[in-house]
């Protein structure tokens, strides 16, 4: 029997087996225990989707101190970054009890019959509603806050849907943990038997995302991974939805007023953001455009130095460990890149890496100098204004797009944004793409290859991504689900083309 | 050089040649033009957009007679149908002006900077924008309102999206007059060069959707076309969102309640929306389940005599009529269905066939009998309530499902509207399918084969189709967007999580 084991990223070495590989008949079992759940989840409606959420964050929020420890110890994340991220699991949770208590997502729409310019129109009424088993594939950066307990999962189960979860195999401790945390939960608030699984090992992962009750997959992790996945997917009888959050290299340009009025600290800010969790956040700014001249120089001096101190990272897995390893060395050994400053060398027989600031000329961009390298480097791309729309024409989407520039810069500001806005989910000013915060005016999601969708994975519309419309044509009233029946005043809804507020 | 013809269904002779085959130069170019156009069309913003529709709406209008001489000359439609559907498609343009005026549909939200349990956010402005450069397929079965001035061209003008159709070959003469009059419209409010386009030619509609500036596709048409086009996009070095309206088979379940109460009445219902337009309706009612025993047996027999007495249908194309021959010769020789009416025999030289009345028992349901065949032709299927569930189970997701009941029915449609609701986007009560009212609250799209995506492609809701979701972060007001600024409060809009109403 093929065994799941927990990992030491510090050494390498297996500290545990957690489980085993998931066996096909077993994912299939699951899968088919979601499907009949489904109905009776979607049935007992909005207020127990909003109790079981709160139940959820409740339980995790009750076992902190073991979810740390565990999580510290399996991703070598500091023990600030495993408690800042259960905060926010935790959050996020609660935040989606409130988005189904508030009743807006399910965009509820009344049209009573009456004439038209067509003639007499029927009684027609509009509501979201749950698709169906969801698979999620959680991220090995985020162990909570994108992974079991994390944004899909919450999402998908305020939207009504049952959630399968794959486990990463970079965290299988802490995903069993919060799972069964989870699942604690569920029983609390008598939760339908099947709302909730989990399987372990790649190849349950493929027999989970091809089973025909799963109705649609979220996905945070490499291209390549979610290459596959859609592979699968185009092998289904029909398709179904993909969510996947795949690959982003998050431009960020310093103007020349920005670089002249405060240099250091973008160089401070950029290389915590870049160094920060291993540099393994899918909003790192891969891509640092900065001025040519002499306060370009100065704040490519001041970065340099603070990466030559900055420690060797740990890294979550051998995977990425490698990855990195591979894809510095590919441009340390490209003619127009100039290594310009390596921190700390590797230490001990982990996932151990140097973090390291690269630099090339803005003309010069293409290939491996715009593509995602997860882990602790940056590359700094020097321009001069004539080029920079060249340069930044040449790049590809991201997840986000950040901007610093002075006050009196205005016009530069409206080009460049005007440049970076079609190839941006997010677009920031004087500030890090890193950490995305949970919200409703959040996005995080842009056009491929950062996502393949026009949803985002964060923040409170990410609900839609599990739900469909449907149109209840002259209903009876006993069939019609609760929230479009004419007395059903307490969510917003739009009746006879006027928006109304919930009361 | 080869030439687009518009053919006479009546005669399948050639009245006249309308175009050349659109050349991938020339496709190319026009492509590069939407592209071009993209931001300047964005930048005119929402009341350019509004004024544009509605100028649109008054040219078409300004031309009904010829538009319908022509229509009805190309499609063999009834010219009430042609003028009915003219007003649908002049009402559409104009309620998509509303959608946009009233800008809801832009979901704009705004969470102020403050502190939250992670720590102090930022501020975060949320607003869809459009998408790009839209390729629309128009349909045959709907030469207005699902073709080039059809509801996917509305909706993505509508959105902020340049729009390039390729012009369905059972009507070029009805495309191209249409196109040169919605681009006399956008002369009339100085729209960009670029902003509408179209093509002709199977070759030109593949080369459309791999040009690299194409954002988005629209299309309404068979399965094996659709799955063409996703070929197409997959081959792309990125997806694009591909929103198809495929095959339906819609099926209208009939309670014993109801054929007791009405069975001659919805006899009638069922074969006037079976053979109306030629039975050649997404809509149409592919399949109806009738009760066993005597009360099924004389709803059948009063469809069998109506069907009978109905006239040949001349279908709107070679493709339509040949394939409909192929369906109906292969049912035919299915030893489970029999074939219970026939109306009149073919006349002419023209895609005339038979309108023809099946029957089967619903406990052989499978293959051929679920599947769409256009046309006007149904089956009927026989059921007893205990095999009821089972013959559902058995069917394809719809577009559309009916129920018809009596009113003490209640717990057999709550039944029947549970297990119809997974398999269909609209579910309708004692009316027919067919005749899909542009509105608010409508949905046209079903879970795959019906469509492939969780949008509508019909009413106000398709414009969510043409746009993707971006959040500023701490941006100066000079590159927010009017709508995202505080003292913008025309529109709804969620504030710090509150809805608010636009004043």
């Given at each position: 029997?093929?065994m ?12 545990e087996?957690?489980?085993?590989v998931?066996t ?20 007992l ?5 909003a109790?079981?959420l709160?139940?959820?964050a409740d ?13 510290t ?7 600030a970054?495993?408690n800042?991220?259960?905060?926010r ?10 988005v ?24 027609l ?18 162990p909570l ?11 998908a ?5 049952p959630?399968?979860?794959?486990a ?30 989990i399987?372990?090992?790649t190849?349950?992962?493929a027999r989970?995302?091809a ?18 996945l ?14 996947g ?11 020349p ?31 640092v ?36 390893d591979?894809?510095?060395t ?5 003619e ?21 600031l ?14 995602e ?23 590809p ?8 520039a ?23 000013f ?24 026009l ?5 409170t ?25 004419d ?17």
């Amino acid at each position: 029997m093929s065994m799941i084991d927990s990992i030491d990223p510090t050494t390498g070495a297996i500290v545990e087996s957690v489980a085993e590989v998931t066996t096909n008949a077993e994912v299939d079992a699951l899968a088919s225990k979601a499907a009949a759940a489904a109905p009776v989840f979607a049935a007992l409606g909005r207020e127990f989707r909003a109790r079981l959420l709160r139940a959820i964050a409740d339980e995790l929020e009750s076992i902190r101190t073991d979810i740390v420890a565990v999580g510290t110890r399996e991703t070598a994340l500091p023990e600030a970054r495993l408690n800042g991220e259960l905060t926010r699991t935790v959050y996020q949770a609660r935040l989606f009890a409130e988005v189904v208590d508030d009743g807006g997502y399910l965009e509820a729409t009344i049209d009573h019959a009456g004439d038209t310019p067509m003639g007499p129109g029927p009684d027609l009424r509009r509501l979201l509603v749950p698709l169906g088993p969801v698979a999620v594939f959680g991220a090995s950066n985020f162990p909570l806050a994108f992974s079991v307990p994390g944004g899909d999962t919450v999402s998908a189960l305020a939207a009504g849907c049952p959630v399968i979860v794959k486990a990463h195999s970079s965290h299988p401790a802490l995903s069993k943990l919060t799972f069964d945390t989870m699942t604690r939960a569920a029983r609390t608030v008598d939760a339908p038997d099947g709302l909730l699984g989990i399987v372990f090992g790649t190849s349950s992962g493929a027999r989970l995302v091809a089973n025909p009750a799963i109705a649609a997959v979220g996905f945070t992790g490499s291209l390549g991974g979610g290459k596959a996945l859609l592979d699968i997917i185009a092998g289904r009888p029909g398709p179904i939805p993909f969510y996947g959050e795949l690959s982003s290299l998050n431009p960020l340009v310093v103007t020349p007023g920005a670089a002249a009025a405060r240099g250091a600290d973008i160089a401070a800010g950029v290389v915590a953001s870049v160094t920060g969790s291993g540099g393994q956040l899918c909003t790192k700014p891969g891509l640092v455009l900065v001025p040519l001249g002499s306060e370009g120089d100065a704040l490519v001096s001041a970065a340099a130095e603070l990466v030559e101190q900055a420690p060797a990272a740990t890294l979550l897995n051998q995977r990425i460990s490698t990855s990195y390893d591979q894809i510095s060395t590919s441009l340390k050994q490209t003619e127009e890149v100039t290594v310009i400053a390596e921190g700390g060398k590797p230490v001990g027989d982990g996932f151990s890496v140097t973090p390291r600031l690269l630099q090339v000329d803005a003309t010069s961009l293409h290939g491996g100098e715009v593509e995602e390298c997860f882990g602790p480097t940056a590359i700094i791309a020097r321009y001069d204004l004539d080029s920079l729309d060249q340069a930044i024409a040449a790049l590809p989407a991201s997840l986000t797009s950040t901007i610093h520039a002075e006050d009196d810069e205005t016009e530069l500001v409206q080009r460049l944004s005007a440049s970076l806005l079609p190839k941006s989910g997010r677009l920031l000013f004087n500030g890090y793409p890193t950490g995305v915060l949970v919200s409703w005016a959040q996005q995080h999601g842009g056009p491929w290859p950062s996502t393949n969708t026009l949803h985002t994975s964060v923040g409170t519309t990410s609900i839609r991504r599990w739900l469909r419309p449907v149109t209840w044509q002259s209903a009876p009233t006993a069939v019609l689900p609760e929230e479009l029946q004419d007395d059903y005043l307490s969510i917003p809804r739009r009746v006879d083309g006027r928006l109304q507020l919930g009361q």
